[in-house]
Protein backbone atom coordinates (compact mmCIF):
# COMPACT_ATOMS: atom_id res chain seq x y z
CA UNK A 1 0.00 0.00 0.00
CA UNK A 2 1.09 3.47 -0.65
CA UNK A 3 2.29 5.84 2.10
CA UNK A 4 -0.05 8.08 2.80
CA UNK A 5 -1.05 10.82 5.66
CA UNK A 6 -4.88 9.85 4.73
CA UNK A 7 -6.87 7.20 5.36
CA UNK A 8 -10.67 5.89 4.64
CA UNK A 9 -12.59 4.11 6.57
CA UNK A 10 -15.67 2.09 5.87
CA UNK A 11 -17.94 -1.05 7.23
CA UNK A 12 -17.40 -4.43 5.48
CA UNK A 13 -21.24 -4.66 4.73
CA UNK A 14 -21.74 -0.61 3.17
CA UNK A 15 -22.35 0.40 -0.02
CA UNK A 16 -22.52 3.59 -1.45
CA UNK A 17 -20.24 5.81 0.36
CA UNK A 18 -22.73 5.21 3.54
CA UNK A 19 -20.57 5.13 6.74
CA UNK A 20 -17.05 6.70 4.93
CA UNK A 21 -14.78 8.32 6.88
CA UNK A 22 -11.57 9.90 6.23
CA UNK A 23 -8.97 10.44 8.68
CA UNK A 24 -5.31 11.63 9.31
CA UNK A 25 -3.08 8.42 11.10
CA UNK A 26 -3.43 10.18 14.62
CA UNK A 27 -7.07 10.26 14.09
CA UNK A 28 -7.01 6.97 12.81
CA UNK A 29 -4.79 5.58 16.18
CA UNK A 30 -7.48 7.17 18.45
CA UNK A 31 -10.59 5.14 17.22
CA UNK A 32 -11.70 2.44 18.29
CA UNK A 33 -12.71 0.68 15.41
CA UNK A 34 -14.25 -3.05 15.47
CA UNK A 35 -13.74 -5.77 12.67
CA UNK A 36 -16.89 -4.62 10.69
CA UNK A 37 -14.45 -1.62 9.28
CA UNK A 38 -11.91 -1.62 6.42
CA UNK A 39 -9.45 0.45 6.67
CA UNK A 40 -8.18 1.76 3.38
CA UNK A 41 -5.05 4.36 2.23
CA UNK A 42 -6.37 7.23 0.98
CA UNK A 43 -5.46 7.36 -2.48
CA UNK A 44 -5.69 10.57 -5.00
CA UNK A 45 -7.08 9.33 -8.18
CA UNK A 46 -7.40 10.09 -11.98
CA UNK A 47 -11.29 8.37 -11.98
CA UNK A 48 -12.95 5.55 -10.86
CA UNK A 49 -13.78 3.04 -13.76
CA UNK A 50 -16.34 -0.55 -13.28
CA UNK A 51 -16.40 -3.66 -15.49
CA UNK A 52 -19.62 -5.37 -15.90
CA UNK A 53 -18.98 -9.16 -16.24
CA UNK A 54 -21.89 -12.18 -16.57
CA UNK A 55 -20.52 -15.18 -15.26
CA UNK A 56 -17.08 -14.74 -16.66
CA UNK A 57 -17.85 -13.07 -19.89
CA UNK A 58 -16.70 -9.06 -19.95
CA UNK A 59 -19.40 -7.43 -21.37
CA UNK A 60 -18.68 -3.73 -20.86
CA UNK A 61 -16.83 -0.90 -18.49
CA UNK A 62 -18.26 2.57 -18.06
CA UNK A 63 -16.01 5.30 -15.96
CA UNK A 64 -16.54 8.54 -14.26
CA UNK A 65 -14.27 10.57 -15.75
CA UNK A 66 -14.79 13.49 -13.45
CA UNK A 67 -14.41 12.32 -9.77
CA UNK A 68 -16.07 14.98 -8.60
CA UNK A 69 -18.85 13.73 -10.59
CA UNK A 70 -18.58 10.00 -9.62
CA UNK A 71 -21.98 8.97 -10.90
CA UNK A 72 -21.72 11.05 -14.58
CA UNK A 73 -20.82 7.81 -16.20
CA UNK A 74 -19.87 7.29 -19.68
CA UNK A 75 -18.73 3.86 -21.94
CA UNK A 76 -15.44 3.16 -21.52
CA UNK A 77 -13.11 1.70 -23.93
CA UNK A 78 -10.67 -0.72 -22.03
CA UNK A 79 -7.36 -2.13 -22.82
CA UNK A 80 -7.36 -5.97 -22.70
CA UNK A 81 -4.79 -5.76 -19.65
CA UNK A 82 -7.26 -3.70 -17.70
CA UNK A 83 -10.29 -6.58 -19.00
CA UNK A 84 -7.44 -9.30 -17.60
CA UNK A 85 -6.75 -7.14 -14.61
CA UNK A 86 -10.56 -7.17 -13.31
CA UNK A 87 -11.38 -10.52 -14.90
CA UNK A 88 -8.91 -11.77 -12.35
CA UNK A 89 -11.04 -10.63 -9.23
CA UNK A 90 -14.22 -12.57 -11.46
CA UNK A 91 -12.27 -15.54 -11.93
CA UNK A 92 -10.98 -15.33 -7.61
CA UNK A 93 -14.58 -14.72 -6.56
CA UNK A 94 -16.51 -17.71 -5.76
CA UNK A 95 -19.47 -16.67 -7.99
CA UNK A 96 -19.91 -19.01 -10.82
CA UNK A 97 -23.41 -17.83 -12.26
CA UNK A 98 -24.45 -14.03 -11.91
CA UNK A 99 -23.73 -10.53 -12.58
CA UNK A 100 -20.64 -8.99 -11.22
CA UNK A 101 -19.36 -5.46 -11.45
CA UNK A 102 -15.22 -4.69 -10.70
CA UNK A 103 -14.81 -0.97 -9.13
CA UNK A 104 -11.33 0.18 -9.83
CA UNK A 105 -9.42 3.36 -9.54
CA UNK A 106 -6.87 4.72 -12.40
CA UNK A 107 -3.98 6.29 -10.46
CA UNK A 108 -1.87 9.42 -11.87
CA UNK A 109 0.28 6.76 -12.91
CA UNK A 110 -1.91 4.56 -14.64
CA UNK A 111 -2.20 1.84 -12.34
CA UNK A 112 -5.76 0.22 -11.75
CA UNK A 113 -6.36 -0.31 -7.92
CA UNK A 114 -9.36 -2.48 -7.06
CA UNK A 115 -11.84 -0.56 -5.08
CA UNK A 116 -14.89 -2.93 -4.64
CA UNK A 117 -16.04 -6.61 -6.35
CA UNK A 118 -19.96 -6.03 -6.12
CA UNK A 119 -21.57 -9.06 -6.55
CA UNK A 120 -24.93 -8.80 -4.78
CA UNK A 121 -26.25 -6.13 -6.03
CA UNK A 122 -24.55 -4.46 -9.25
CA UNK A 123 -26.25 -1.41 -10.46
CA UNK A 124 -25.70 -1.57 -14.23
CA UNK A 125 -26.03 1.71 -15.32
CA UNK A 126 -27.99 0.22 -18.56
CA UNK A 127 -28.97 3.95 -19.68
CA UNK A 128 -25.59 5.24 -19.75
CA UNK A 129 -25.13 2.47 -22.73
CA UNK A 130 -26.02 1.97 -26.18
CA UNK A 131 -28.53 -0.20 -27.94
CA UNK A 132 -26.33 -2.40 -29.09
CA UNK A 133 -24.35 -3.20 -25.98
CA UNK A 134 -27.62 -3.13 -24.03
CA UNK A 135 -29.01 -6.04 -26.48
CA UNK A 136 -25.82 -7.94 -26.02
CA UNK A 137 -26.18 -7.68 -22.15
CA UNK A 138 -29.69 -8.67 -22.02
CA UNK A 139 -29.02 -11.73 -24.76
CA UNK A 140 -26.10 -13.23 -22.49
CA UNK A 141 -28.13 -12.98 -18.91
CA UNK A 142 -31.20 -14.52 -20.90
CA UNK A 143 -28.37 -17.17 -21.95
CA UNK A 144 -26.87 -17.26 -18.53
CA UNK A 145 -30.37 -17.45 -17.17
CA UNK A 146 -31.09 -20.74 -19.28
CA UNK A 147 -28.10 -21.96 -18.38
CA UNK A 148 -28.50 -22.48 -15.13
Same mark, same amino acid.
Given at each position: ??????????????????????????????????????????????? =???????? $???? /???????? +? *?RWKLEKYSPSIGEIEFA???????????????????????? =???????? $???? /???????? +? *?????????????????
Amino acid at each position: MPETDTYVIKPKEGADSIGLEFLTEEELIKRDLDNDILIQPAIDFEY =EVSFYFIN $DKFE /YALYAPNK +E *ERWKLEKYSPSIGEIEFAKGFIEWNTIENGIQRVDACKTKDG =ELLLMELE $DLNP /YLSLLELD +E *ETVEIFVSDLVDAINNL
